[in-house]
Structure formats: structure tokens, C-alpha cells
């Protein structure tokens, strides 16, 4: 038994002569997995036996674009097509598969089962047909019950921090693997199977998986609002993590995912902002800046209220005394710069810190190999570390 196509039927005979029953899904709605198929009968019919557990010999088969059909012969699968066009059933023909788009793996399966079923020359008494939605189902709505957690590092600031995130969004996945749907959780329903019949049991585990792939999507180094912008990597992640509970128990994966939302608690907010604040406040050129800024700040109430002006100016120069002065604090800074060696200098054995090829003092040539990037000290090549100040290289 199998399927062959309508357009190598055999000569001298009309459809209308061999199709005595003709099966097709009309339509498949977004939130339909699978459906059986019912012949569709008209007066002009000639099978009036009325039962629709056994496809007659010569019956047609429509399979239409997104759809994939199978046919269960005594509870196993004998038959799989996914491929659009229109097929006529003939039992003496041998098993076929036509996969479409499918991957390998349904093949594969389809090969096992074929090694296990026995079926003889009679018609068999329990014979089904079911259609599978292949098309991209969307709308799938998720978000997170409980917070994910989600380590923050940003090595500009020093900061290494885990932070606790809630994300909501939507996501769309579709059938890979109707063999696996229809063997492991949709059997031989009486109608349709639909995704809201499974609904909870897939957000549970879709979550389960976003715990995962968000901790995988930490270890690039990416800040919580960066996630959104990085949605190919988080579905790879995903199926993945899914491989085994979707994939290949269920026949189902992840095609795409939106980020809505993506939140931090307050704390962890103003956590990383104090964070953040610490760096500035480590830098002197920062920290001069800020206190020319509260300088200004105080003089411009100064003017324009006139019986505050010397409350003013006493708590300006209470804050350039607690900082140290805006010129002190400019001050540190050109020093700190000053001492820091320019970049490409080196020192001479005389101690001059040189940046040309000769030293000023001595004459001395700039010797071979490179630099200490940090005391600017003169390092023959192959060193790992500088002999002035143990820098790694």
C-alpha cells in the first residue's frame, strides 16, 4: 500500500473512475497541531459504505502548502507526505514518504517503523488519515512568574553582579516532526488536536528553557536591555536546551522569539548605578568636573537670590574644601596624567624616560624589543614580564 501521484495514475482512467473517496483539510487554523481527515463525500460518490475507518483502494489525497499528512494503518504509521500535491492511495504499491521540507530525522523514523510493520495483500480493518499544521504557529504568549537570574559584568566600571530579571514577550514554533507529535502525545484523537491542549505544559517548559539560555546569553558579557537585541542567539540557545523535551518528544521547536519587556528590581537598578557612580567618582578628572558643575550650580542660586547669596557662597566653599578644591582636584589629575609614561616612551638606563629613538641625556640607542605598557621600562623580546615593575606582558 501507498501513495502515488495523481499525475502517473494509471492511462485510460479518469479520477472520477478511481477516487472513490477523497480526503483533504480545508482548513487548518493557528492553533490547530493536528486534525484527521474525513473523506469528503457529494451525491455524485460512489462508496456509500459510510465508514470512515477504511480508505478504499484508488481513494485521493489533497496536501495542501503548510501541510503534512500521515496514514495510520492498524495504530502505525505506514505513510507520510508533506509535500503539496494531490496522490492516489493504491495497495499495491509499496510504502512511501514524501518528506517535503522535513529533516532527515522524520525519514529515519519513518524507516524504523517500516522494519517493525507486517501487513499482508487484505485491507486492513482500521485505516486513518491525519493532517499536520506545518506552518509557523504564532502568537505564543510567555512571561516569567519568578525572576531570572542574570549575571551583569562590565569590566569598565569592575563591576561582576548577579541581578535578577523578569522578561515577557511572545514566541512562535512549529511542527518538525509529526511522527514524534503524533506517536508521543497526540494519538489517535477523535477530531483535532490543538496547541491550547497543550498550552501549559509547553509555556512550563519554554520557561524552564529561558532560565538557560538567559544565563548563556550572560556569558557574552551583555546588559539586561541588550537581550532584546539579541533574539537569534537566545532561539539557537533555546532549542537547544529544548532539543530533548521538544524535538524529540514532542516534534516541536522554537522558530522565532520577541522580547516586550525586559525588567530589573529597584535595588538591582540602583545597584549597578552606584556602581557606575563609584568609577566616576575613582577618577579625578570625573571628580573635578563634578565639583566645577556644583560650583556653578551654587553661584547661579547665588545671583538669583539675593537674600540667600551669603548662605550660598559659605556652602560653596564648605564643598570645594570637602573635595579638596576644583583646582586641587584638577591639580591630582594632571599630575596623575603626568606620571602616568606616554604612550610608546621608554627609559633609558640613565633613568631618562625617552619617546624618541636616542635618550636626550646620554645618547643611548632605543634598544630592541618593546615596552612595559605600564612603567614604560625597556623589555628584551620573549620576556613575559617587565624586570622593572613585573607587569604581565
Known amino acids: 500500500m501507498g501513495l502515488i501521484r495523481a499525475a502517473v495514475a494509471s492511462a485510460g482512467k479518469t479520477l472520477g473512475d478511481q477516487w472513490l473517496e477523497f480526503f483533504a483539510a480545508d482548513s487548518i487554523d493557528n492553533d490547530t497541531l493536528m486534525v484527521r481527515g474525513v ?32 496514514i495510520v494503518d492498524q495504530g502505525e504509521v505506514v505513510e507520510i507526505c508533506a509535500e503539496p500535491g494531490e496522490y492516489t492511495y493504491d495497495m499495491s504499491s509499496e510504502p512511501s514518504i514524501f518528506k517535503g521540507e522535513l529533516s532527515d530525522q522524520v525519514q529515519a523514523a519513518f524507516e524504523t517503523m517500516l522494519k517493525r510493520f507486517k501487513y499482508g495483500g487484505d485491507t486492513a480493518k482500521d485505516q486513518r488519515i491525519y493532517y499536520f499544521n506545518t506552518k509557523e504557529i504564532l502568537d505564543n504568549k510567555f512571561g516569567t512568574p519568578n ?11 569592575g563591576l561582576d553582579t548577579d541581578v535578577s530579571l523578569r522578561c515577557a514577550g511572545v514566541y512562535s514554533l512549529h511542527v518538525c516532526d509529526p511522527i514524534a507529535l503524533y506517536k508521543k502525545i497526540a494519538g489517535n484523537v477523535t477530531s483535532v488536536y490543538k496547541v491550547s491542549d497543550v498550552s501549559e505544559q509547553l509555556r ?7 532560565n538557560v539560555a538567559v544565563a548563556q546569553l550572560s556569558e557574552l558579557g551583555l ?37 516586550n519587556s525586559v525588567t530589573l528590581p ?9 556602581a557606575q557612580k563609584a568609577k566616576l567618582n575613582a577618577d579625578p578628572s570625573m571628580r573635578a568636573a563634578q565639583n566645577a558643575a556644583a560650583t ?71 634598544p630592541e624589543g618593546g ?14 614580564f617587565c624586570p622593572t615593575c613585573g607587569q604581565e606582558l
Open 39 to 70: 473523506p469528503q463525500k457529494s451525491g455524485a460518490s460512489s462508496n456509500k459504505h459510510g465508514h470512515n475507518n477504511v480508505i478504499s483502494n484508488g481513494s485521493g489525497l489533497i496536501v495542501a502548502d503548510g501541510q503534512c499528512a500521515i
Open 147 to 157: 525572576p531570572i537570574p542574570f549575571r551583569v559584568v562590565d569590566a569598565s566600571i
Open 204 to 210: 512550563a517548559e519554554f520557561i524552564g528553557a529561558l
Open 223 to 259: 546588559r539586561p536591555n541588550q537581550i532584546p537585541a539579541h533574539t537569534e542567539e537566545l532561539c539557537t540557545y533555546m532549542n537547544n536546551a529544548l532539543a530533548q523535551k521538544w524535538k524529540e518528544q514532542r516534534g516541536l521547536e522554537v522558530v522565532s522569539i520577541t522580547m
Open 266 to 274: 529597584d535595588e538591582d537598578m540602583e545597584a549597578i548605578k552606584q
Open 296 to 366: 556653578q550650580d551654587a553661584m547661579r542660586m547665588a545671583a538669583s537670590n539675593e537674600s540667600g547669596a551669603a548662605g550660598a557662597f559659605v556652602g560653596m566653599g564648605m564643598a570645594q574644601q570637602a573635595g579638596g578644591g576644583v583646582q586641587g582636584v584638577y591639580e591630582q589629575a594632571a599630575a596623575a596624567q603626568q606620571a602616568a609614561p606616554a604612550a610608546g616612551s621608554w627609559t633609558c638606563a640613565c633613568g631618562e624616560v625617552c619617546t624618541g629613538n636616542f635618550c636626550p641625556k646620554c645618547g643611548a640607542k632605543k
Open 371 to 384: 615596552f612595559c605598557p605600564k612603567c614604560g621600562a625597556a623589555v628584551a623580546a620573549g620576556n613575559k
